[in-house]
């Protein structure tokens, strides 16, 4: 009787609602870079996002950490500006550039006012074709790196995370921390700063993605001047790596109140026929929202967390299906073997009709919703173009989701889920773990 | 996560506090019969809506002993009603492609979805229900209260900085609320009641006691027929009083702690000082601090202690400065270093005792001063991009007592504050008998 109130407004409500399409432009540049662009000149300012695909992982060898301190040391000094020079001028602009990498991607965002944009973007160019690595900057950045190092040792989290890639990844950069070791990075040098850049900021594995007061013919000159003068090639992306999942619990001593757990298997391809259903699929068991079937069991008929989700992770190189919470030293074994059985349910049993239809309302409403903002469209053309997808992606998403099918998730389920390979990592000092 | 605490949310909107002037004309207010304020903040570029009730209610207002109950009704709030089942709001928010949450903080308590336009009815009528007519079941009390002290495990207990941090505002404040932490004492957490939390519900939760803010594609005359169809039928609450919280004592005496943990890997050296917040028609000095915080620590290439500690005598890793003058009654403001390798806390502190006491000599560079002018303009624009944004600084600002004029004059007495401002600012709060001054540091001693 509860829900009838509802169910009868559902269903009303149901259907997809009708959003403003998303234009996106394909534009090229006199020059050849590509990018995609959204107009929208209802704000004077634009956001502009630069990708490198390969990221951390193009480290050399026996140079682990460069290419995250490269990144780091971008915007600490350039042409005729000293670090200080060049973080005054980004502020005399009302400019904000941010640098950041990861083991797929190098990521470069630049927000700049319309009435500053030219000299927003020389600034930038500087840091990208300029950048001077200046021995006093890499000694002062090194020294932060570091310090994130030892915070890490130190953080339950980070020494789950770090500890579950290393057992799956081996010696595999995704195995390894991007920031490198305390010993490694103090052997690296200002030739190894322009060398990192060299392998990973090239324009064979640029993306380029802008949202704002920009036009389409304004786009194509301001593209060729900031990175026409890029270099053409870099470094080979590595091979893939040997994926070890070997199932079972690995506890790690910490001493704190509470254990932190990451769990994790295989994941699919995002190009798999089946990913749509796998997506949907892990939505139920493991989505971030209150429907999902362990932040139900676990949290709200438990109380044994706060909060757990999982994700389908799809690396260029590897894919994992993971997911993590807390729980009290005394209650983490609980909350496992919930874990344990949830999965086992679902890869036997699959989930239900309802299940499926709340999942796909939930994904098809919330998509469009994702757009609002320079920022965020700018961000999400940047993924889309990493994820090779085409610009009417954005117009036949929501059907693909809409076309799974019960048996579909079920298969997908079966064949995926494989309770046996689902590894833990416990850090704290569980009861009753080992 | 769901049922975050108001501190990240806070420290998110630190950095762009701004007002809309050039925009004012798409603010519109009106006030229900019942009490109820409503806030229409139009953004029509997507169609998309956010709704927030913000209560004038945080943890600052519980009594003594029960800390934690503010929170700990807020999880509850999520338990259904007479006519919804536990978490069926979230549900039906989810299937219909939205999202929600909630936060808690020491003067408010505020609830909020995101959700496709043509569904703003669903997710009103929704907010509406639970607002008075809430229902708690003997499972649902129990089992919650484990989550939110499994939340303190996490966010608190796991995190030495958060430890740190909580026994730094217990000794900053002699007497005023906000000194126990949102989130509770956890042996006070772990007595809490349903009664309780339903004898805080029954007095605060009321529309003559709440904030109603509507933003993005929205006209002010549907929001208006929805709010009075919705929570128009509502009966005020009979118990609401002007917040008149205790206050502060004269501070005489400089406060100093020691913190040790086997789980800090950065010692670390922070203090914080007692500082006047925003003030209905009275925000030049808190703009002042917010300035202030901006040129001493604001970014490491170009601030006060940056520049002197990161750069001249390299004796820190970064430096810091914080102000958000976004509060009921006095706040702090803060600053601290993580020490270089090899540089001990207490020689941090004589060189950051050191930079200061030139600062208060020299006056701020009038270059730095402009580059910051700049930058409070540059993220009042960048600022217009987010509707949660927006929602959240009217529906903050309005809580904490603010008018709708005072949030939106803030830009311009930033952009106007001159450099005599902050210095009388810094002068009048960087007063070592107002400050707690903390060292965290690498130790064996037991936390637990």
Redesign the interface.
Known sequence: M??T??AG??AV??A?????AVDIQEVTSPGGIKAWLVE?H????AALELRFRGGASLDAPGKRGAINLMTGLIE?GAGDLD??G???AQ??????FGFDSDNDTLSISA?F?TENRDASLELLKKGLTEPRFDQNAID?VR??V??II??D????QSIAGNRWARDVFGDHPYGTDQNGTVEGLARLTQADMFEAKARVMARDRLYVAVAGDVTAAELGPMLDHLLGELPDKGAEFPTPPQIAMRGGTTVVD?????S?VVFGQHGIRRDDPDYFAAYVLNQIVGG????ARLM?EV?????????IASYLIDMDLADTWQGSF???NE?VAQAVEVVRSEWARAATQGVTEDEL??AK?????????R?????KIANILAGMQLQGLPTDYVNTRNARVEAVTLADVKRVAKRLMTPGDLYFVVVGRPVGLK | ??NWLCGTALAALATPILAFSALAGDVTTFTLKNGLDVVVLEDH????VVQMVWYRAGSADETRGKSGVAHYLEHLM?K?TK??????L???V??????DNAFTSYDYTAYFQ??????LP?IM??EADRMRNLRLTEDDW??????????R???T??DPGSIFHEQLSAAQYLNHPYGTPIIGWRHEMEKLTREDALAWYRLYYAPNDATLVIAGDATPEKVKALAEEYYGPLEPSAGIAPRQRVTEPPQLAERRLIYRD?????PMLTRSYLAPERNPGDQRTAAALTILAEALGG?G??SVLG?AM??GS?TA??TFASYDGTSLDATTFNIGV?P??GVSLDDAEREMDKVLADFLKTGIDQ?QL???R??I???D??S????HGRAMKYGEGLAIGLTIKDIEDWQGILASVTADEVMAAARQVLDRRASVTGLMERGEEAT?
């Open positions: 509860i829900r109130v509802f407004l559902a409500w149901l997809v609602p009708a959003l403003a929208d209802s704000l004077p300012f600490e670090a200080q060049f973080a005054a502020e005399g602009l009302g400019a904000h927000r006012l002062r020294a932060q570091v310090s030892q915070s040792a130190q953080d339950p910490f001493g704190s109140p509470q932190v971030s929202g209150f429907s139900d949290r709200e008929k438990r109380g044994l967390t706060y909060g807390a729980s009290a209650k239809r709340d309302t939930y994904l098809t409403g919330s998509y469009p919703l757009f609002s903002g320079n920022e | 996560m769901k570029r997507a169609p998309l999520f259904g006519t919804m089942a536990p978490g069926e979230s549900k039906v989810e299937a219909n492609g939205g999202s995101s959700i496709a336009a043509d569904r669903l009528k929704m129990q089992t919650e209260r484990e989550v939110v002290i499994e939340e495990n996490q966010r207990d796991s086997p789980r800090v890997s950065q970014n290439q170009t520049r990161q750069f390299k890793i970064s993580v270089a390798e270059e402009a580059r910051i700049t930058q303009e540059a993220a624009i960048y217009r991009d987010s509707v637990q």
